[in-house]
């Protein structure tokens, strides 16, 4: 039986210095003690690293670091951390990345992560005003100026990074904004991940008060999180220039993926696939849940210094876990044409009710529908030309003669946008 699995280990907890409106795992410290030492204990830290390099089949080993907020340790814990993988390796590859706000990141910070080759994942969420909008620290003070510093930083010290932008009601109207920032200060592997929340009327038993999508209380979606419509407009409005001139240059997590299921394969992320459970998360303490998105009490598997993790992974409860994504599936969901493609996301934003009644509805059906249908004929393409061995950057020039077949042109002009979707007039390009 297949067991492996990915760990997304939070050193820190809930432990974070800024104070962004909506995130979701901030009031996980409630699970806690109020006097709980927010920082993963020597223990807990060789133990995790131990067993998740053993438990991996491959040769090369990839360790998540997230939060909260993983910087708040300070560069020696990472020290620590990568002479143990070191200690443990036993022949393997590791590889790490971190998940930062950028708010700590120095030349100290800097000079360390390139010189462990660390992937670095910096959150922001466009220009100022719409980053501003809800990524706050504790003062209630816009962050974006810190968080531009800290990536300037990173590109001093030529340090990989990709950026994580959520997608919520502050910036769901400014996809082109965001997609044209983004590419301004660097960034060339992009995810934008939906921001969908729901909130109950009364705490439930454990405390929380966004909660899970089986809560069967009186709860409502929250005022940030984003409309399930505007969600898919907003992936169509960036793919539309990606696909026009960006392909190949820039790379986007959804359009990524999407372009695995036009190939038939098994999406790379758990939210596309039709079974997930493979991705777990680590609290600092060395409590494993099955996902990131449940941390709750009834998903905990139990702890790393208590259990062995391969044996938690592999256990009933999270088969159970994964497997129930695809059997609780609405009809509706099963007859739909890019199920294929979707497999009804995640089962965190499942919460609706189909229209003949079948509870088990993503929230962003809508905007998915709309995105998936949108993208099918230039994502056929794309996968027509890698089956046949042909760079998928060859739609650019399949969209631009398109596009002047619509505007009744039987060739590009010399001041016609440049059939390799550089941006760049065809005079000044290929044309030259």
Same mark, same amino acid.
């Given at each position: 039986?297949?067991?492996? /699995?990915?760990?997304?280990?939070? &050193?820190?907890?809930?432990?974070?210095?800024?104070?962004?409106?909506?995130? /979701?795992? $901030?009031?996980?410290? %409630?699970?806690?003690?109020?006097?709980?030492?927010?920082?993963?204990?020597?223990? +807990?830290?060789?133990?995790?690293?131990?067993?998740?390099?053993?438990?991996?089949? #491959?040769?090369?080993?990839?360790?998540?670091?997230?939060?909260?907020?993983?910087?708040?340790?300070?560069?020696?814990?990472?020290?620590?951390?990568?002479?143990?993988?070191?200690?443990?390796?036993?022949?393997? =590859?590791?590889?790490?990345? $971190?998940?930062?706000?950028?708010? !700590?990141?120095?030349? #100290?910070?800097?000079?360390?992560?390139?010189?462990?080759?660390? $992937? +670095?994942?910096?959150?922001?969420?466009?220009? =100022?005003?719409? *980053?501003?909008?809800?990524?706050?620290?504790?003062?209630?003070?816009?962050?974006?100026?810190? +968080?531009?510093?800290?990536?300037?930083?990173?590109?001093?010290?030529?340090?990989?990074?990709?950026?994580?932008?959520?997608?919520?009601? %502050?910036? #769901?109207?400014?996809?082109?904004?965001?997609?044209?920032? @983004?590419?301004?200060?660097?960034?060339?592997? @992009?995810?934008?991940?939906?921001? +969908?929340?729901?909130?109950?009327?009364?705490?439930?038993?454990?405390?929380?008060?966004?909660?899970?999508?089986?809560?069967?209380?009186?709860?409502?979606?929250?005022?940030?999180?984003?409309?399930?419509?505007?969600?898919?407009?907003?992936?169509?409005?960036?793919?539309?220039?990606?696909?026009?001139?960006?392909?190949?240059?820039?790379?986007?997590?959804? /359009?990524?993926?999407?372009?695995?299921?036009?190939?038939?394969?098994?999406?790379?992320?758990?939210?596309?696939?039709?079974?997930?459970?493979?991705?777990?998360? !680590?609290?600092?303490?060395?409590?494993?849940?099955?996902?990131?998105?449940?941390?709750?009490?009834?998903?905990?598997?139990?702890?790393?210094?208590?259990?062995?993790?391969?044996?938690?992974?592999?256990?009933?409860?999270?088969?159970?876990?994964?497997? *129930?994504?695809?059997?609780?599936?609405?009809?509706?969901?099963? #007859?739909?044409?890019? =199920?294929?493609?979707? *497999?009804?996301?995640?089962?965190?934003?499942?919460?609706?009710?189909?229209?003949?009644?079948?509870?088990?509805?993503?929230?962003?059906?809508?905007?998915?529908? @709309? /995105?998936?249908?949108?993208?099918?004929?230039?994502?056929?393409?794309?996968?027509?030309? !890698?089956?046949?061995?042909?760079?998928?950057?060859?739609?650019?020039?399949?969209?631009?003669?398109?596009?002047?077949?619509?505007?009744?042109?039987?060739?590009? %002009?010399?001041?016609? &946008?440049?059939?390799?979707?550089?941006?760049?007039?065809?005079?000044?390009?290929?044309?030259?």
């Amino acid at each position: 039986m297949d067991t492996s /699995f990915h760990v997304m280990s939070k &050193p820190t907890g809930p432990i974070c210095n800024l104070d962004c409106s909506y995130c /979701f795992y $901030l009031e996980k410290e %409630g699970l806690y003690t109020a006097h709980e030492r927010w920082a993963m204990s020597e223990p +807990v830290l060789e133990s995790y690293i131990g067993q998740y390099i053993e438990a991996q089949p #491959e040769d090369t080993v990839n360790f998540a670091w997230q939060g909260g907020e993983p910087t708040l340790l300070g560069v020696e814990f990472f020290r620590k951390a990568f002479e143990l993988q070191q200690k443990y390796a036993n022949g393997k =590859r590791i590889q790490n990345a $971190l998940q930062t706000n950028g708010i !700590l990141l120095d030349d #100290e910070w800097c000079e360390f992560l390139a010189e462990q080759h660390v $992937l +670095v994942g910096v959150s922001i969420d466009g220009p =100022r005003a719409l *980053h501003d909008a809800y990524r706050v620290d504790k003062g209630g003070n816009g962050t974006f100026a810190r +968080v531009l510093r800290g990536i300037e930083c990173l590109k001093k010290h030529d340090v990989e990074f990709n950026t994580l932008t959520t997608v919520h009601r %502050g910036n #769901e109207g400014h996809p082109m904004e965001v997609y044209r920032f @983004l590419k301004e200060i660097g960034s060339r592997y @992009l995810q934008f991940i939906p921001i +969908v929340e729901r909130k109950a009327a009364q705490p439930a038993v454990d405390g929380l008060v966004l909660i899970q999508p089986t809560f069967e209380g009186v709860a409502e979606v929250t005022a940030w999180s984003v409309n399930a419509q505007q969600y898919g407009r907003f992936l169509c409005a960036i793919y539309d220039e990606w696909v026009s001139r960006d392909v190949g240059r820039v790379f986007v997590q959804h /359009f990524d993926v999407a372009l695995e299921s036009w190939l038939g394969m098994n999406a790379s992320i758990c939210i596309f696939r039709e079974t997930c459970g493979a991705a777990l998360a !680590l609290e600092h303490n060395g409590d494993l849940y099955s996902c990131d998105h449940f941390v709750y009490p009834e998903h905990k598997l139990g702890n790393v210094l208590e259990q062995s993790m391969e044996e938690m992974a592999g256990s009933a409860q999270q088969r159970q876990f994964g497997e *129930h994504k695809a059997a609780s599936l609405p009809k509706m969901c099963r #007859e739909c044409p890019v =199920r294929f493609a979707c *497999h009804g996301e995640c089962p965190k934003h499942r919460f609706l009710r189909t229209p003949d009644g079948e509870y088990g509805l993503n929230y962003l059906c809508d905007g998915y529908k @709309l /995105f998936f249908h949108h993208i099918d004929e230039t994502m056929r393409f794309m996968a027509a030309e !890698l089956k046949g061995g042909r760079p998928p950057a060859n739609v650019m020039r399949y969209v631009a003669a398109k596009q002047r077949a619509a505007d009744g042109k039987s060739h590009a %002009g010399r001041n016609d &946008p440049c059939e390799c979707g550089s941006g760049r007039k065809r005079k000044h390009c290929c044309g030259a």
